[in-house]
T-cell receptor
Framework: EADIYQTPRYLVIGTGKKITLECSQT?????MYWYQQDPGMELHLIHY???????EKGDLSSESTVSRIRTEHFPLTLESARPSHTSQYLC???????????FGPGTRLTVL | EDKVVQSPLSLVVHEGDTVTLNCSYE??????LLWYKQEKKAPTFLFML????IEKKSGRLSSILDKKELFSILNITATQTGDSAVYLC??????????FGEGTQLTVNP
């Protein structure tokens, strides 16, 4: 079944640790996105990709980095986690023009 | 900065009521307007609107876009407790990028 997956779903980690949030989709979509959402707030685009080897920064300044080596995989890495990174991170994908974005279940990150 | 503004931010109704949620946006590089429902985690897609005046309908939900006045509405008739969620409006610009509004928190009481 075509879907979009994120792991881990929940992560509690100490300050200064390096973490990678995983996102995979089985729909063959060319575009993928990472959003950050604080509780009760709007989604903010932090990174996106139009395809393999394409990555762009979004609207919200972020200390994270992404890579797109394979179509189905779009991991997000924080080199040194800080309490200000505590948030929910949502991955999404879409295909072509005028097509909706499908969202993964999200990763809730807490940095102590 | 391109903005999407939703109103009201919060709404509490009783089952069976009809609700109208509003979304206004700025026009720069407009491609489409989307509505999503977010219950606990991931937003789920409801509608994509590209043309003015054409209503999209799915069961008790419907939505319409006014590109002249730069707004969209989402209607829910005969609300049920399962409709309780945050409803998100997003504007799509060139490059398939979405700018989201804050959302409307809808609570439907029995």
């Amino acid at each position: 079944e075509a879907d979009i997956y994120q792991t881990p779903r929940y992560l509690v980690i100490g300050t200064g640790k390096k973490i990678t949030l995983e996102c995979s989709q089985t729909m063959g979509h060319d575009k993928m996105y990472w959003y950050q959402q604080d509780p009760g707030m709007e989604l903010h685009l932090i990174h996106y990709s139009y395809g393999v080897n394409s990555t762009e920064k979004g609207d919200l300044s972020s200390e994270s980095t992404v890579s797109r080596i394979r179509t189905e995989h779009f991991p997000l890495t924080l080199e040194s986690a800080r309490p200000s990174h505590t948030s929910q991170y949502l991955c999404a994908s879409s295909e072509g023009l005028y097509n909706e974005q499908f969202f993964g279940p999200g990763t809730r990150l807490t940095v102590l | 900065e391109d903005k999407v503004v939703q109103s009201p931010l919060s709404l509490v109704v009783h089952e069976g009521d009809t609700v109208t949620l509003n979304c206004s946006y700025e026009v720069t590089n407009f491609r489409s307007l989307l509505w999503y429902k977010q219950e606990k985690k991931a937003p789920t897609f409801l509608f994509m609107l590209t043309s003015s005046g054409i209503e999209k309908k799915s069961g008790r939900l419907s939505s319409i876009l006014d590109k002249k006045e730069l707004f969209s509405i989402l209607n829910i008739t005969a609300t049920q407790t399962g409709d309780s969620a945050v409803y998100l409006c997003a504007r799509e610009t060139s490059g398939s990028r979405l700018t989201f509004g804050e959302g409307t928190q809808l609570t439907v009481n029995p």
